[in-house]
């Protein structure tokens, strides 16, 4: 084990190694172990990998990357971000509640919705940016509160500590979905949080390449438990794409960097376009969770939203952009437009998303490493046209 103190960008390059080669060549990369099962040279004692759902060589170094870049000890690879998600709330059983942020991704609502309460699991969903209204809904059987910071699609901050503080009191676990962060930009169990959540399939792996999912604990029994469930339910990490993910993981710090960068400069021009009704994003002082995300993140992230005044501006715009892909998801090298209402949030029904914010002018961005000037550009050409049939209908 090095001496050296790593920075979390080395720590990508380095953890799915760490030193310990492949014995036989010295591959630098960790090998796929394609087995679904492996010999057992022993009659009376059976070798650290039996069966690949419970373990995998190839998953293991990723497990353990996840785990150390989120300052973990235990890591779980799954097969899909809501997969990930699921098996986290599996820990809850019949009878008990759950508060969850009313602003969160659509696949975790749906979840939660319809598939908890038929095994006796309820929930209540709050504004999570009032930890007074969290407060609030906590109830006896509460067992646990779930955070999305930044959520999705609105970028919506929430106090990670304040919601902590709230649980240690209450007796209560908190999950945290870190998708738009990353480890690299913020850290939750350092602040106390339980479990840690992601959409691999996101920035993490980067090139819209796979799905899969992540979960990260530190609590050695919570560990324990969530590795229970992830062997029982079985939605495990295939090898192939383990291995996708740990080099994935590796370009992130350049990859992330870069189109943080451009997400800064587009949300300046977005904000003083006069056709955009309001950019969200929390790198923008005028955004409401501007000083808490500052004080518990270190980087505002690549994904900004954005309101045009209307479906038919938005259609125009959508219509007419040139450079990035218009699809569901985030986080590739390929910048990404999308429109939470028909997309991401399609599973919230309409009334529950208007009040959540997610208009029919809506759009998520999220920005990859193209050019900025170039993405700047296109935006520029897409909002004039936009703007123009927006005066010929006479909105
Ligand atoms: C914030 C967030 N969490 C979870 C998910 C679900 O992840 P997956 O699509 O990998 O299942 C998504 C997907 O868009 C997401 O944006």
């Not at 006796?120 to 609030?136: P, S």
């Amino acid at each position: 084990m090095s001496n050296v103190k790593e920075s979390l960008e080395t720590s990508l390059i380095t953890a799915s190694t760490r030193g310990n080669y492949e014995q036989k060549t010295g591959a630098v990369n960790v090998p796929i172990y394609a087995s679904s099962t492996f010999h057992q040279e022993s009659f009376d004692s059976f070798g650290p990998y039996d069966y690949s759902r419970s373990g995998n060589p190839t998953r293991d170094a990723l497990e353990k990357t996840i785990a150390e870049l989120e300052g973990g000890t235990r890591g779980f690879a799954f097969a899909s971000g809501i997969a990930a998600i699921s098996s986290a709330l599996m820990l809850l059983s019949s009878g008990d509640h759950l508060v969850v942020t009313e602003e969160v991704y659509g696949g975790t609502y749906r979840f939660v919705t319809e598939v908890l309460p038929r095994f006796g699991i309820d929930h209540t969903f709050v504004d999570f940016t009032k930890a007074e209204e969290v407060e609030k809904a906590i109830r006896p059987n509460t067992r646990v509160l779930y955070i999305e910071t930044p959520a999705n699609p609105r970028l919506g901050i929430t106090d990670i500590e304040a919601i902590v503080a709230l649980a240690k009191a209450n007796d209560c676990l908190t999950f945290l979905d870190n998708t738009f962060m990353t480890p690299l930009y913020q850290r939750p169990l350092d602040l106390g949080v339980d479990i840690v959540l992601h959409s691999a399939t996101k920035f993490l792996s980067g090139h819209s390449d796979i799905i899969a999912g992540l979960a990260v604990t530190k609590d050695e029994e919570l560990g324990r438990k969530l590795g229970f469930i992830q062997n029982s339910f079985g939605a495990i990490l295939g090898a192939q794409d383990s291995f996708s993910l740990i080099q994935g993981i590796k370009t992130m710090g350049a990859r992330l960097s870069q189109s943080t960068e451009s997400t800064k400069k587009l949300a300046n021009y977005l904000n003083s376009h006069p056709l955009v009704k309001e950019v969200l994003y929390p790198g923008l002082s005028t955004h409401p969770g501007y000083e808490i995300h500052a004080r518990q993140a270190k980087s505002p992230g690549a994904v900004l939203s954005f309101c045009l005044p209307d479906r038919e501006t938005a259609k125009a715009f959508v219509e007419n952009l040139q450079i990035p892909v218009f699809a569901v998801s985030l986080g590739g090298v390929e910048s990404i437009l999308s429109y939470p209402a028909t997309m991401s949030h399609a599973a919230i029904p309409k009334e529950e998303r208007e009040k959540r914010g997610i208009s029919d002018g809506l759009l998520r961005f999220s920005v990859g490493l193209e050019h900025v000037d170039d993405l700047i550009a296109d935006f520029d050409q897409a909002l004039i046209i936009a703007s123009n049939i927006k005066q010929k209908v006479g909105i």
